[in-house]
């Protein structure tokens, strides 16, 4: 490790032991970092040394920042952090905001002033607040002024938790005290290996656990993923629907436009109506969001709707060869899907558009290695089901959690997912590992099952879990929500049944098909599959 510039030591001294940590690898020229380095002069600062602080950076429909006024608005927090609320390098600053540039800009002055940003999502609720609060100890919150009240709540049951300051209007306090502090700030001189933000997983298994992120971590997402797979440039303007605080919309909305010199759109909801509205009005060239929200905008797109965008990016859940194909259809641009984990930051399978194919997530990422294994770590033949692995510039670090001796495993992290790799490379998903269903000694996939069911124009959602039955041991059972105006009945159920018998092997078909309005998804939009598989067989 290098020097760290931390006086706060609380996030390094919970790094897992190095004998349980990922095999780091830097094997690209680009992934050597120099021993002291902070992310935010590098994605912000050296655009205003190179004269190009008018380019726009930040856009939402109340405001638009250049890179100069966000740069401006950024030092001016990280002066009131240390000036005026205490905070020392290694503190941890809790966040908790809607994407707007304002949130940007508190995520992005905690990080240059040494601090370490624990973002949370707007809808988290006290609970799970308190969770948060707990792990990180966090004593100081930058708090949209709407969403103050859960946080005050959880406050109550954290000690640890101080002080909250609330920004987001002319009076609140962060933004009246930034407003008479200077523009100007000397970005703390981090370590590379400096920890700058804590990510809490979705705890969709078990519950949430903090991963740990460097600076250069930051750096090699944008060098790793964005310069090779993403392939933005300055002009180049980013929108989507992930939450900041999601590791995926941190990249997606912040990390690789600002690698860049390019502009972000924030919006503080994101549905796939106003997600399509906001694309209408401000034009991107690059989208983030999820497979289920392509699948719902293709039923909302007018001529033109789609002329701007050249790259649209899915991930969060498997993306199905239907939506795939149906999009390219109907906008002439492939989506390109990616696997990524909150545990190594952002996606490290993923493929450019111009070598993507219909169901494969992709290639591995330069700078990563992926392999597929059996139980017991021996790669298996090409063709065959097994655990996916990975390693590269990135890697699992849970803030002590003895959780990590899962994740990591002789030096490869196991993000839990069931892989098939192809001749050529390509890594084809099959389910979570612990989403394998077997039944009557079948292996089925649920998101196989779910593929084939959403190539139906009547499904709009669907869910595949495997449910305990007497005879079978599990059988496969779907929970389906379908188009406006569809009547769901035993008939449709039954409809849908045949058309997966057709589509695949018809030992795959659900024998059980139920239909729901909604289905159970995580803040980050993931389907809650153990919520399903709680659900009792008719």
Known sequence: MNRSAHVDTFARDGLP???????????????????????????LDRWIERGMGDRPCFISPTVTWTYAETAAQVNRIANVLTRELGMIPGNRVLLRAPNTPGFAAAYLAVMKAGGIAVA???LLRVPE???AIEKSQASLALCDSRLIE???????AVPALHRIVAFGTADAELDRLAASAS??????????????????????????KATIHFHRDVMAIADGYGRHVLRANGDDRFI???????TFGLGG????????????????????????????TYRPTITFTAPTAYKALLGKLQPGDSDSLRVCVSAGETLPAATFDAWKAATGVTLMDGIGATELLHIFIGSPADEARAGSTGRVVPGYEARVVDDAGRTVPDGTAGHLAVRGPTGCRYLADVRQRKYVRKGWNYPGDTYIRDADGYFWYQARSDDMIVSSGYNIAGPEVENALLTHPWVAECGVVGLPDADRGTIVAAFVVVQPGVTADDALATRLQEHVKATIAPYKYPRVVRFVDALPKTASGKLRRNVLREQKPD
Do not use: W
């Open 17 to 43: 032991p190095d004998q349980e940590q990922s095999d780091f690898l830097f094997s690209l020229p680009e992934l050597q970092y120099p021993g002291r380095l902070n992310c935010v002069s590098e994605l």
């Open 120 to 122: 949370t999502m707007p």
């Open 129 to 131: 607040l308190v969770v």
């Open 150 to 156: 859960a946080l005050s709540e959880a406050r109550a």
């Open 183 to 208: 523009a100007d700030f000397t970005a703390c001189d981090t370590a590379s290996d400096d920890v700058c933000l804590l990510g809490f997983t979705s705890g969709t298994t078990g519950g949430p």
């Open 240 to 246: 989507g629907s992930p939450p900041l605080a999601f």
């Open 253 to 280: 909305l912040v990390v690789f436009p600002l690698r860049v010199g390019a502009s972000s759109v924030l919006l503080e909801k994101a549905p796939p109506d106003e997600l399509l509205s906001a694309i209408r």
